[in-house]
């Protein structure tokens, strides 16, 4: 598709046309590729709106240039694109040196296994003309759990009695989602709060960003369920509690010491 038959169905969108709007098959060069600019995947023309945000390891709002939020100028829909972006690093947890890597396969064969499952995010992959993997998401109208909660503005003694309950009933649809995932040899790889999004058109909770892939020298899984523990423990103190802030804090220092390991049931929680 030339870029005059892509200029007339942006104008058919009623989007006007950048005169520095440029037309891209090779995504390689992601840098590139900006607002108003068309994306040709697969056949399909993407407008890209702007790229996304990093929100965590303390680089909120830092542009992600390899993720571009689009719309699918077949249908109108809203889209999420992410293109090839490789990276490595090391992050210890407890004792333990952990090697993170993004893998864009592999969050494409996650994507597969978890077609009509809603407790994940839902797309497809496809290759560009150099053979790249882009994944094409579905955009999550919603916020991630932690913007959620923080605009809850009780306080925590009330959140913990009346608000807590139906959190914990609802979120573990979506950690029973994550051990299906696991029962089938795959790891989410970067569980953080902020990847569990509210869907409120579905009403539910549901994971986002697959990318990361890691090796845990003692078990496969252990990045995710140390993950999934921060997770539970920030719903419910409703905010992050490092175990530095209980160790020092005169006011906290005594709950270590009565920590205990409960298991609880579904039935429970309800």
């Not at 994971?207 to 423990?233: C, E, R, S, V």
């Amino acid at each position: 598709m030339d870029r005059e038959a892509i200029v007339q169905i942006v104008e058919g969108t009623g989007r006007k046309v950048s005169k520095k709007m440029q037309v891209f098959e090779d995504t390689s060069n992601f840098s590139r590729i900006d607002s108003n600019d068309v994306m040709m995947l697969a056949g399909s023309p993407y407008l890209v709106l702007r790229n996304e945000i990093e929100r965590g390891f303390g680089m909120d709002d830092d542009p992600k240039f390899w993720v571009k939020r689009v719309v699918d100028l077949s249908d109108g829909s809203k889209k999420i694109v992410k293109l090839v972006f490789y990276e490595r690093f090391e992050q210890k947890i407890g004792d333990v040196s952990v090697e993170f890597f993004r893998s864009p396969i592999k969050e494409a064969k996650v994507l597969d296994a978890v077609v009509g499952n809603r407790f994940f995010m839902q797309g497809k992959s496809v290759n560009d003309v150099k053979e790249n993997n882009v994944r094409i998401i579905d955009y999550i109208y919603g916020s991630p759990l932690n913007a959620y909660l923080a605009k809850l503005t009780v306080g925590h003694k009330e959140y913990f009695e009346n608000e807590l309950p139906k959190f914990l009933t609802d979120l573990l649809d979506c950690i029973e989602a994550l051990g299906s995932l696991h029962n089938n040899g795959f790891v989410h790889g970067d569980v953080r709060w902020d990847h569990i999004f509210w869907d409120r058109d579905h009403l539910d909770f549901r994971w986002i960003d697959f990318d990361y892939n890691y090796q845990f020298p003692h078990n496969p899984y252990g990045a995710d369920l140390f993950g999934l523990g921060k997770i539970i423990t920030s719903v419910i103190g409703k905010r992050v509690y490092l175990y530095y802030d209980l160790k020092t804090n005169p006011q906290f220092s005594h709950v270590l010491d009565d920590l205990k390991w409960t298991p609880t049931s579904r039935q429970y929680l309800k």
